[in-house]
């Protein structure tokens, strides 16, 4: 299961969604959480759809893309999502999750509820197409995820 540092951040509800919160103010390079899962297997047919198998996409860190099939992290089985595993997307990020290491850590001075978040299009070591979906940034300049 992921761990995350409960003292520095919450998951609050944005809409529908939820995503990660300052808890506090954070100062730079302080570690928020740590992602972790199991490895799994999909299968990619040749129009680049992933078969999820009932698994939730969303929750996926890729590691490595082949002709068929794609290696990625998810949750562990039986445990329920928390913390870090809701930290979102943005192309102006205030974290990093480096790919070789799944440590996310603040990359500037994060105030107390302002959301926390890193930019997928770093963090996966391969791609699956999909344009992001920041607000407020032109189509030509959205990050491929």
Known sequence: MSWTDFDVAEVLSVGDERGLFARRDVPESVVVGVFD????V???DANGQVDWRAHDGAMSIHLKLTADRLFTIMPIPGTT???IDFINHSCK???RADAGTLVVE??????????L????HRMDLIKLGRPCWC???????RCIL
């Open 135 to 141: 607000a407020n940034v032109p189509d030509d300049e």
């Open 117 to 120: 978040t890193i930019n997928y």
């Open 42 to 44: 999909f299968s990619v």
């Open 106 to 115: 603040t990359t500037r001075f994060v105030a107390k509820g302002e959301q």
């Open 93 to 95: 990020p205030n974290c």
């Open 37 to 40: 899962g199991t490895v799994e």
């Open 81 to 83: 999502p928390d913390g």
